[in-house]
């Protein structure tokens, strides 16, 4: 299948690659010179493009933009110690991307579009790779519906692309959480663990006021008691406490994080010991306070591995123990970041090149 798939690429002329400074780069902003655009038309995916990146034209009746079918990925190229350039587990985007279009009633991918229009469009974009340390180019496949008609049912007609940005470290220093005990950001059985655009957009008011209030980001707590903690902002969040990795539980109200799953492979190699249960603010905070809790930390694709210096409870700000050499946040962060950049042999089968 992989050989047969026709794309048809239509590259710039007028490159923007002068206007990257790698040593500069704003999570977001400025966009690599191509994307790939598919249209779901008449039930199934028409022939792939490559275009140079710009606006798409829509309808005001769009769907996605009344009633929310709208979903995306977010993933990473990272420049190789060769030179080369390679993808970290394309294929679990992939499978993600596809539960999120089921969850919203929305056409799956065929692998082949997304895998080689994927490896087509950053090969194509290859320069745009930074060669930083921390650096990489940040990939963005996203999903819309894009009937333009005011009827509330599922769109006929879809749009899939992917754009990438180069981006460096999205965090530049540990972080000040809160947790957050008023506003809810997903409930059990709905759509917390698809990645979906309404659940950014409800996560928009809380956090900004986590941010009015002095913190960076905000832990989620379950729907019904506001006890047990959920994940962070755009992060999967993991803490050691007696010496074991813990972490929530995945569930229908968590996103099932690559970054997450990537942590607790490698941490399972290492012999660390490893609980995936239900975790309550209050054993974290009394854990800290009883000196058993060393770490804590987010893991996510855009934020790499986010050590926290501060967690927010009930009122009061709560300080993490400095990171060290042997935290297993930094080891962890150092492990991946080899593995990425093909410093470290790739054991678990992670990376695709382009
Ligand atoms: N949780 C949410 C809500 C996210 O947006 C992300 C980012 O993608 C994550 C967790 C971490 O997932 P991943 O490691 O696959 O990037
Ligand atoms: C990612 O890590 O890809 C994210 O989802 C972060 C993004 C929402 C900024």
């Given at each position: ?237 993991m803490f050691v406490l007696d010496g074991k990795l813990i972490t ?16 607790l492979?490698l941490a399972r190699t290492w012999g660390v010991p490893v609980e995936e249960r ?14 058993r809790?060393t ?33 297993f ?26």
């Open positions: 299948m992989l050989d047969t798939l026709a794309i048809d690429v239509q590259p710039t002329t007028a490159s923007r690659l002068t206007e990257l400074d790698p040593a500069n780069m704003e999570f977001g902003k400025l966009f690599a010179d191509h994307m790939l655009s598919v249209e779901f038309t008449g039930g199934e995916w028409q022939q792939p493009r490559i275009v140079p990146y710009g606006p798409l034209a829509i309808s005001p009746a769009n769907s996605a933009i009344h009633y929310g079918q709208a979903i995306f990925e977010g993933m990473k190229a990272y420049r190789q110690a060769d030179g080369s350039v390679a993808l970290f587990r394309p294929l679990d985007n992939w499978r993600r991307l596809n539960a999120s279009a089921e969850r919203m009633a929305m056409p799956t991918i065929p692998e082949d579009i997304f895998m080689q229009g994927l490896r087509e469009l950053v090969k194509l974009d290859a320069a745009w790779v930074p060669n930083i340390a921390g650096s990489s180019l940040y990939i963005r496949p996203f999903m819309f519906a894009t009937d333009g008609a005011l009827g509330v049912r599922p769109s006929e007609t879809y749009h899939f692309g992917i754009i990438t940005c180069p981006v460096s470290a999205f965090f530049t220093k540990p972080v000040r959480v809160r947790f957050e005990q008023q506003y809810v950001r997903a409930a059990p059985g709905g759509a917390g663990y698809a990645k979906n655009a309404g659940n950014y957009g409800a996560a928009m008011l809380p956090s900004k006021l986590a941010q009015q209030a002095g913190y960076h980001q905000l832990i989620w707590t379950d729907a019904s008691e506001h006890q047990y903690v959920e994940e962070s902002g755009a992060m999967n969040v929530p539980e995945l569930s229908t109200s968590i996103l099932d994080g690559i970054t997450r799953r990537s942590v492979e239900r975790v309550s603010s209050r054993e974290i905070i009394e854990g800290l306070a009883a000196g809790l770490e804590a930390f987010g893991v996510g694709t855009a934020a790499t591995i986010a050590p926290i210096a501060t967690m927010g409870y009930e009122g009061r700000d709560h300080d993490l123990p400095a990171l060290t050499d042997t935290s946040a930094r080891r962890v962060g150092a492990a991946l970041e080899a593995i990425r950049t093909g410093h470290a042999a790739d054991a678990h089968g992670w990376m695709v090149a382009v």
